[in-house]
């Protein structure tokens, strides 16, 4: 627990159970969201996904003109923590500790269990009456209708909270975590360029080709598979494609037609 001197106040009301107010999370990937305001004006909310045991917790400092911070946990685990504005990672210990004060009425047992205890935060209300609350689950029961819309949004939420664990991995374990879906990326276009050489395809259907794969891929890498494209692929696969169509306006230059 941190030092009282450094602990924000809490502010002067009678019934700290209403410190938090809880509505609906409008993050995706996230069933509730808590939100209060200290005394010195600064936002806090948490979101928490209850299946996945997994916390958001954002801070908008009224002393720094607003600026948000941002930590995320999983089962205890600090996944990250960052300034939103300048995407850097910070260590949110000297913002978030002084807090404790105030999560110690959040209503909601398994977030504060979610959030482990880091930064000096409690594990669990101070409040009896609030203890075993939140124990709720945003996974559909098992007599619910199956929904097409449903379950596409179920996969992208996924991807998206697997994308945010893999952000916290080293750089080779990424890499390796990508390399299947790139590879095959590449392959395409190799298999695009041995049917040019095997004369199934002209110049000018290898160009289009080319440049279609370029653009899905990258497509496929920002909507389907959640992560930012790999550009180098994106720029090879554009750049062989401008080339092709450069060589077919050589060939006909010199009246050389395929």
């Not at 979101?47 to 948000?68: C, K, Q």
């Not at 946990?73 to 939103?84: A, D, N, P």
């Not at 609350?133 to 996969?155: A, C, H, K, M, T």
């Not at 664990?165 to 990508?178: G, H, K, S, V």
């Amino acid at each position: 627990m941190i030092a009282p001197s450094t602990a924000q106040a809490l502010p002067d009301t009678p019934n700290l159970q209403q410190l938090w107010k809880s509505r609906p999370s409008q993050h995706e990937g996230f069933a509730r969201n808590y939100y209060t305001e200290t005394v010195q004006g600064d936002q806090l909310e948490v979101d928490f996904n209850y299946g996945r045991r997994m916390t958001r917790i954002s801070l908008r400092v009224a002393a720094e003109n607003g600026r948000e911070y941002v930590a995320l946990f999983k089962s205890g685990t600090i996944l990250q923590e960052r300034e939103v504005a300048g995407k850097r990672s910070v260590d949110l210990t000297s913002r978030l500790g002084p807090l404790a004060n105030y999560f110690q009425f959040l209503p909601d047992e398994t977030a504060l269990q979610s959030i482990g205890g880091n930064y000096g935060l409690p594990t669990q209300p101070v409040l009896p009456a609030m203890r075993g609350s939140g124990r709720q689950s945003d996974v559909l029961p098992i007599n619910s209708r199956f929904s097409v819309r449903g379950w596409i949004r179920e996969y992208f939420r996924r991807k998206r909270e697997a994308s945010l664990e893999l952000e916290e991995q080293p750089w080779y374990i990424r890499a390796f975590q990508r390399a299947p879906a790139e590879l095959t990326d590449i392959g395409l276009g190799l298999i695009l360029y041995y049917a040019y050489l095997q004369n199934a395809l002209n110049l000018t259907e290898l160009a289009g080709y080319l440049g279609a794969l370029g653009l899905f891929s990258g497509a496929m890498d920002w909507v389907w598979r959640q992560r930012d494209p790999f550009l180098p692929k994106v720029a090879g696969l554009l750049t062989a494609s401008a080339f092709a169509v450069y060589l077919q306006l050589q060939y006909r230059m010199w009246g050389i037609f395929l």
